[in-house]
């Protein structure tokens, strides 16, 4: 779009814009119902027509992507019991701290009641997301289905990861490097993810790995998402007390790991 040109130029706010999206929903909808029948009708229409096979899959594309899951009571209501406790506590805690009041000092007493009454409400309103927590349970195909069509670009949207350093003495560039090794190997369309390190010890040992880091991820991350790969730390990964071989039948699999292995430790 030229920035001169008005923006009504390209239809968008206009009637006949309006008019067109929503001829293309109607359409959509209509393109994306699945047709319900009763008895038995062999999977097809009102009409004798055999329904598109694609059509159940299109519509389980536009079903939610997460849903709530429930939190058994046996794990919740201990907790309950816990916060409630430290309620009564606190309760009893300023029940005596307002009826005894330092009258040598009272200037010191007001201001240190101030600060625990504070404290207290700051620590109540952290226990309204604990008190009732919801657990979600996500649907990456349903994503799949929705934003990546066969034969089309992603529809994904990007994701810039920021990662933070300050001192390579603290912070070693090893965590670092398997910090940012774990997020370029995420499932998720490889041109759609950007990781960005900042070091605000601008530590030159932090910069060496980090370069290191980029050329080892041209190997790393192929691996990982060839076979699945968990967890894609390769710091982590190498050092897990498992069977690898369980559930891996691809015949390269043990050879690209002993490479990736020797690389890592090179």
Not at 5 to 13: L, T
Not at 36 to 47: A, I, R, Y
Not at 169 to 195: G, H, Q
Request: proline letters at 6%.
């Amino acid at each position: 779009m030229v920035p001169r040109k008005g923006i009504a130029v390209y239809g968008y706010g206009s009637v006949s814009w309006k008019d067109r999206m929503e001829e293309w929903k109607k359409k959509q909808n209509e393109k994306l119902q699945v047709v319900k029948h009763e008895g038995g009708n062999d999977g097809g229409n009102l009409d004798g027509e055999e329904l598109d096979a694609d059509l159940p899959m299109m519509d389980e594309g536009r079903q939610p992507l997460s849903r709530k899951l429930p939190i058994p009571s046996s794990k919740i209501n201990p907790y309950r019991l816990v916060i409630i406790a430290h309620l009564a506590i606190l309760g009893l805690f300023f029940h005596y701290r307002l009826l005894h009041p330092v009258r040598d000092a009272y200037g010191l007493w007001l201001t240190s009641v101030i600060c625990e009454i504070w404290f207290a409400v700051s620590w109540i309103l952290d226990q309204f997301p604990k008190w009732y927590p919801i657990e979600r349970v996500t649907y990456l195909d349903r994503l799949s289905l929705r934003y990546e069509k066969e034969g089309k670009l992603s529809e994904l949207a990007s994701i810039d990861i920021f990662v933070s350093t300050v001192d390579p003495m603290k912070e070693p560039p090893l965590i670092t490097a398997n910090t940012v090794l774990s997020i370029l190997a995420v499932d998720y369309p490889v041109d759609k993810v950007a990781c960005y390190v900042s070091d605000d010890g601008a530590a030159m040992l932090t910069f060496e790995a980090l370069f290191e880091t980029s050329e080892f991820a041209r190997k790393w991350v192929p691996f990982c998402k060839k076979f699945n790969i968990e967890p894609r730390a390769p710091e982590w990964y190498f050092t897990q007390k498992i069977d690898y071989l369980t559930d891996k039948v691809h015949p390269t699999f043990v050879r690209e790991r002993e490479s990736m292995k020797n690389l890592k430790l090179g």
